[in-house]
């Protein structure tokens, strides 16, 4: 399970670069497209250290549980605003819900 765990915070991670160097110069609302790329991205690194880490760090764990959660509150409203048609057509949006899903169930667990 941990190494799961240790998949599915790399992919988000190296998700959220890839995505934040994607985001197009000419669209004008581009600094909040660039902000969710951020927000992606801090939430996989406290991910990441939770796993390297473990219970060795005070307040981590909830840290986690708080971003994972948050994020993972915005990709569904995410998907609920755009639309099922939409949704389907960005693959990534469901992909990275789900990987934040499966982020939050193993912030949740007992050895997290």
């Not at 990709?75 to 755009?82: C, D, E, P, V």
């Amino acid at each position: 399970m941990k190494l799961l765990d240790w998949l599915c915070a790399g992919i988000l991670f190296v998700l959220a670069i890839v995505s934040s160097l994607l985001v197009p110069r000419t669209y004008t609302g581009r600094i909040w497209i660039f902000g969710t790329c951020l927000a992606l991205l801090f939430a996989s690194m406290l991910n990441l250290l939770r796993i390297r880490n473990g219970p060795g760090v005070r307040g981590l764990k909830l840290f986690c549980i708080a971003a994972n959660v948050a994020m993972l509150a915005f990709g569904i409203a995410l998907m609920a605003s755009i639309g099922r048609s939409r949704t389907l057509h960005n693959p990534q949006v469901p992909l990275l819900t789900a990987l934040l899903l499966v982020e939050t169930a193993f912030s949740l667990g007992k050895n997290a």
